[in-house]
């Protein structure tokens, strides 16, 4: 189940939601939350099988702290059949009811999130289980349209003939 350019998933987020549901389902649906010290230790490098992709994107998620271990565990973990995919105010709410001693603002979530989602981003592209970031090429400019040989709109004064 390759994509087109060989790599097994087309967005990090895909391979996220795969790893947190395979994590269920290894756990019996009894997953707690996911902690720095459960990653494993290396990869599965020859990523042939859903056993190696889920240590390949574990192993992807080193360096991240608990902080945003949970977070990527709160939306991109599994959800009921029909239930709307988690969101970021979801994940607020989430972590008021879970830590209610230490405050996180829907910014700072964000932020988060977009920290650690760049870090396993990285490290997937490096194993090529997502596709690498085609080079960016300069846009086109649109041509600059040339001043207008007559004005548009006319003056009052030039349309009843007095120069």
């Known amino acids: 189940m390759l994509d087109q350019d060989g790599s097994r ?7 996220l ?11 019996n649906g009894q997953t707690n939350r996911l902690a720095v010290g459960e990653l494993p230790a290396d990869a599965g490098w020859l990523a042939g099988g859903a ?7 574990g192993w992807s ?4 702290d608990d902080v945003a271990l949970w977070l990527l565990g709160e939306i991109y ?3 009921a059949f029909g239930v709307h995919r988690r969101t970021f105010s979801h994940a607020e709410e989430a972590w008021r009811r879970a830590f209610p001693q230490r405050q996180l603002r829907l910014r700072e979530v ?18 090529g289980l ?3 970031r085609p080079p ?3 846009r086109k400019r649109q041509p600059r349209i040339e001043t207008v040989s007559r004005p548009a709109y006319p003056r009052a004064d030039h349309a009843s003939g007095d120069a």
């Open 51 to 57: 056993l190696d992709d889920y240590r390949s994107i």
């Open 61 to 64: 998620m080193r360096g991240l």
């Open 136 to 138: 960016r090429t300069p």
């Open 17 to 27: 939601r795969f790893f947190f549901r395979l994590r269920e389902l290894l756990h």
């Open 110 to 127: 964000v932020l988060i999130h977009e920290r650690a989602l760049g870090v396993v981003k990285r490290a997937l592209r490096e194993m």
């Open 77 to 79: 973990g599994p959800t």
């Open 130 to 132: 997502i596709p690498a």
């Open 9 to 15: 998933f087309r967005k990090a987020e895909q391979a």
